[in-house]
C-alpha cells in the first residue's frame, strides 16, 4: 500500500518561502515516471506545480510558478521536496504530492497525498 505524506504547509506573508515535504511510504520508484506537486485552491481546479523525473531528474515547472518554485527529491527518489520563493497571496491553496505519473498530466498520476495547506497573506 502506498501512501504519500506531505509536510511544511503553513500561514505566511507575501514575500517569504516555505519549503514542502512529501514522503512516500510503501513506494518503489521507478525510474520511468515522475514525483509531482500539485495544487489547489478553493473553487479551483487541482492544477499542476513541478514534476521531476525519478530517474534522471529532470524538471518540469509550471509557468505560473517560474522560476520562484523548485522541485527536487532525495537520493532515495521516495521523499520530494518544493521549495516556494517570493510566494504571493495567489499561491494560497492545498497543496498535493503525486507519484508514478508522467510530467505535468494530472491523470496520468494514481498515487495521491492528503494535501498541505499554504496560505499567503499579503
Known amino acids: 500500500l502506498v501512501r504519500l505524506v506531505e509536510s511544511g504547509g503553513d500561514s505566511v506573508q507575501a514575500g517569504e518561502s516555505l519549503k514542502l515535504s512529501c514522503y512516500a511510504y510503501?513506494?518503489?520508484?521507478?525510474?520511468?515516471?515522475?514525483l509531482a506537486w500539485f495544487r489547489q485552491a478553493p473553487g479551483k481546479e487541482r492544477e499542476a506545480v513541478a514534476a521531476?523525473?525519478?530517474?534522471?531528474?529532470?524538471?518540469f515547472v509550471a509557468d505560473s510558478v517560474k522560476p520562484r518554485f523548485s522541485i527536487s527529491q532525495d537520493n532515495a527518489k521516495t521523499t520530494v521536496y518544493l521549495q516556494m520563493n517570493n510566494l504571493k497571496p495567489d499561491d494560497t491553496a492545498m497543496y498535493y504530492c503525486?507519484?508514478?505519473?508522467?510530467?505535468?498530466?494530472?491523470?496520468?498520476?494514481?498515487?495521491w497525498g492528503q494535501g498541505t495547506q499554504v496560505t499567503v497573506s499579503s
Open positions: 503525486a507519484a508514478g505519473g508522467l510530467r505535468l498530466v494530472k491523470s496520468t498520476y494514481n498515487h
Open positions: 510503501g513506494y518503489t520508484p521507478d525510474s520511468r515516471y515522475f
Open positions: 521531476i523525473h525519478a530517474g534522471t531528474g529532470t524538471q
